[in-house]
């Protein structure tokens, strides 16, 4: 079960990209972290949550987590600067683009700033926002998301709309 300590709940899905597209790894830090690796199209191709014993085992997983994404070319990481540092060395030395994005951010362009009363209203949304993608994308979930799983998904999928405007 690689890192010690750690237990994960993993969805995935049978569709992969083909080698020649690069998908984004999008990850949501913490002792509880969401993991979600989606097509630049945003199309969410597996998604997961993995606890962590500690704080120094969610950076020696970097390592691991990014050997199982082997067509990504971006990593986006929501964060605490000093556990995201681990994994952007990890991901710039395997030649990938990355990207470290504060929560704030990311929801205020999701979310009118009205509208996100506060961090376990964020949390709920994004499950449920989570959920709805996954279904219109024909990915049924076999268990109800985690909030950190849905906030990786919704990660991904703003960092998608940002490359998709900077290249159009």
Sequence with gaps: MGEAGAQRDVMTFERTLSQ??????????GLRAGFAFLSVAGEVLWCRSQHFANRSAIGRASWGVLQSCPAAGWVVVEGERALANAWRRAALKRGLGFCRVDAGQW???????????????????????????LRRQGRPAVQPLRHDTAEAVLIGLWFAGQLASASG
């Design 20 to 29: 020649e597209a690069l998908g984004i790894l999008a990850v949501d830090l």
């Design 107 to 133: 929801r205020a362009e999701r979310w009118p700033q009205g509208a996100q009363r506060s961090g376990a209203w964020a949390k709920a949304q994004a499950v449920q926002e989570a959920t709805a993608l």
